[in-house]
């Protein structure tokens, strides 16, 4: 779940700043990739990996499988 929070502050008529903060993955829930199907007795040489988890959805520096992570911008409009 990302979440994004915005305010604007007018500092004259013509002169207001925007403060944006974002979360993302704010609950920091791993996301997890899909089980094994392979149905040999032995994959990559551990028996029973059948139906197991092993791996996240993406561990990039962007993406749905990464940690938590927090933005925050603050811009001058005029």
């Known amino acids: ?3 994004g ?7 004259t008529e013509q002169v207001h700043l925007q ?8 609950f920091n ?4 990739g899909l089980p094994q199907s392979g149905i ?8 029973g990996m059948f139906g ?3 791996t996240t959805v993406n561990t990039g520096p ?5 940690p938590r992570q927090i933005q925050f911008a603050l811009t001058a409009v005029f």
């Open 62 to 66: 962007v993406g749905t499988g990464t």
């Open 29 to 32: 829930h791993p996301q997890y």
């Open 19 to 26: 403060f944006r903060t974002e979360f993302f993955n704010i």
């Open 5 to 11: 929070l915005g305010k604007d502050l007018l500092v």
């Open 40 to 47: 040999s007795p032995y994959l990559n040489g551990v028996p």
């Open 1 to 3: 779940m990302d979440l």
């Open 52 to 54: 197991n988890i092993v």
